[in-house]
């Protein structure tokens, strides 16, 4: 056999060697984001990790008795659709081997922003909790009392009669 030859054949043994050896779902599948154990106050949030994972797998119970499944065969990130409640979680991948479970929390988070304009105040609710703004009558301009609620993401006018000074507190129920 001609030298050329030798040395192509061995080269192809290598490589299909290599494929035998380590196939492509043998990389490790470890979490990128939410770190292991963190406290997150996004609640949509990007799970990423390193790998090639067919399944991704969340629960609010360790024993996975009501999670809900996505199929990311071709992907190593996924976006939450839904929002999530505050809460702890794990979550899990699998394809030719199973990794996890993970878990995260994630934290109530209350935040207003407040913009002044010539019709009035915007409340906008920066945080991932809905706020309940309370107006209190003796602070008021023209004694009025009021109670608003801005839920998560959205914004609320405040009218001018109301004072300068806004407080707001966690919305319960």
């Known amino acids: ?4 030859i030798k040395i192509g054949m061995a080269i192809i043994a290598i490589f299909f060697a290599f494929i035998l ?10 979490p990128i984001s939410p770190q292991i154990n963190s406290t997150i106050f996004e609640i949509k949030p990007i799970f990423r990790w390193t790998g090639v994972a067919e399944e991704f797998v969340i629960d609010d119970n360790p024993s996975f008795t009501s999670p809900t499944r996505l ?3 071709k992907t190593n990130t996924i976006i939450m659709d839904e929002q999530l409640k505050l809460r702890t979680y794990y ?5 030719k081997n199973e990794y996890g479970p993970w878990q995260f929390t994630i934290q109530g988070k209350a935040a207003l922003d407040v913009e002044k304009s010539d019709i009035g105040t915007l409340l906008k609710n920066t945080g991932n909790v809905d706020l309940n703004v309370i107006i209190d009558a003796a ?7 009021s109670a608003i609620i ?24």
């Open 139 to 145: 602070k008021s301009v023209q004694g009025v009392t």
């Open 1 to 4: 056999m001609n030298g050329a």
């Open 91 to 95: 979550w899990k991948l699998s394809g």
């Open 150 to 173: 801005v839920p998560v993401g959205k914004n609320r006018l405040l009218p001018k009669i109301f004072p300068e000074k806004v407080e707001a507190k966690e919305h319960e129920g």
């Open 71 to 73: 199929y990311v065969s």
């Open 21 to 30: 050896i380590f196939p492509r779902n043998s990389v490790p599948v470890l």
